[in-house]
């Protein structure tokens, strides 16, 4: 995944929940919500930097299993 781009965005979307699946001891449905209330609140962004620090977060969520969570 290379800078911010709508493509970029759905496909961490997507990991997040695929990798969410596999959750033992966090409620999934909490955790569905979470990321999609963040998804949410980050679409409003409309400054590059903070687009990019945005998906920075949520790869590195992703590359740190899910902070811990799994």
Same mark, same amino acid.
């Given at each position: 995944?290379?800078?911010?781009?709508?493509?970029?965005?759905?496909?961490?979307?997507?990991?997040? %929940?695929?990798?969410?699946?596999?959750?033992?001891?966090?409620?999934?449905?909490?955790?569905?919500?979470?990321?999609?209330?963040?998804?949410?609140?980050?679409?409003? %962004?409309?400054?590059?930097?903070?687009?990019?620090?945005?998906?920075?977060?949520?790869?590195?969520?992703?590359?740190?299993?899910?902070?811990? %969570?799994?």
């Amino acid at each position: 995944m290379g800078s911010w781009s709508r493509s970029a965005v759905l496909e961490l979307y997507r990991a997040l %929940l695929r990798a969410g699946r596999h959750l033992q001891y966090t409620d999934r449905n909490y955790y569905r919500r979470a990321v999609a209330r963040e998804f949410r609140r980050c679409q409003a %962004l409309t400054v590059p930097e903070d687009k990019e620090e945005a998906l920075k977060r949520g790869r590195f969520f992703l590359s740190s299993r899910l902070g811990g %969570l799994m």
